[in-house]
């Protein structure tokens, strides 16, 4: 039986500097396909590694705006032209009485493109990770810092991406492999 091919190769770091440290070299040694886990936000770590704001906050205003709109069209629709009632003399369109419900509706539809478009962007929700067969992981969520090297990268063979990690003052490097 054949053994399958890993998922990548790992190393596991003490401080966050010295991930920083990690990810800024592989950036620089051509790696294009990597990650990196810590305990909590690392904003040099993020920024070494390219990431960029995600458009999370337009998706919800977009949604908001559309969603205000509709409820204001519908107020509108069914107060002048579907069913249009004279109470107290107010004219048909009396935009005032529109406004909190498309208030309302616009925060409403806003939360929820929020909601979606974030879990969307994040890849959630992502029960398996091939890193969760890394040994020793699970320390990510407490004290450790990882960076991940992956596969798919076009510079990846298992021996040169174990060596190149091990340059890097790792305490742990190993493969990736499934359980």
């Given at each position: 039986?054949?053994?399958?091919?890993?998922y990548?190769?790992?190393?596991?770091?003490?401080?966050?500097?010295?991930?920083?440290?990690?990810?800024r070299?592989?950036?620089?040694?051509?790696?294009?396909?990597?990650?990196?886990?810590?305990?909590?936000?690392?904003?040099?770590?993020?920024i070494?590694?390219?990431?960029?704001?995600?458009?999370?906050?337009?998706?919800?205003?977009?949604?908001?705006?559309?969603?205000a709109?509709?409820?204001?069209?519908?107020?509108?629709?069914?107060?002048?032209?579907d069913?249009?009632?004279?109470?107290g003399?107010?004219?048909?369109?009396?935009?005032?009485?529109?406004?909190?419900?498309?208030?309302?509706?616009?925060?409403?539809?806003?939360?929820v493109?929020?909601?979606?478009?974030?879990?969307?962007?994040?890849?959630?929700?992502?029960?398996?990770?091939?890193v969760?067969?890394?040994r020793?992981?699970?320390?990510?969520?407490?004290?450790?810092?990882?960076?991940?090297?992956?596969?798919?990268?076009?510079?990846?063979?298992?021996?040169?991406?174990?060596?190149?990690?091990?340059?890097?003052d790792?305490?742990?490097?190993?493969?990736v492999?499934?359980?």
């Open positions: 039986m054949t053994r399958p091919p890993p990548g190769a790992i190393a596991e770091f003490a401080e966050a500097e010295t991930l920083v440290a990690a990810v070299a592989a950036r620089a040694a051509g790696w294009s396909r990597l990650e990196a886990h810590a305990p909590h936000p690392v904003p040099d770590a993020a070494a590694l390219g990431a960029r704001a995600a458009p999370v906050g337009w998706i919800a205003v977009g949604a908001g705006i559309m969603g709109a509709i409820a204001y069209g519908t107020a509108w629709y069914l107060s002048v032209y069913y249009p009632l004279n109470v003399g107010r004219p048909p369109h009396a935009w005032p009485a529109f406004l909190p419900a498309a208030y309302i509706v616009g925060v409403l539809w806003a939360a493109a929020a909601l979606i478009g974030m879990l969307w962007l994040n890849g959630l929700p992502s029960l398996h990770h091939p969760f067969y890394a020793g992981f699970h320390r990510a969520s407490q004290d450790r810092y990882f960076l991940y090297l992956m596969a798919e990268d076009p510079r990846f063979e298992a021996a040169s991406a174990l060596d190149f990690l091990r340059t890097l790792a305490l742990r490097v190993s493969e492999r499934a359980a």
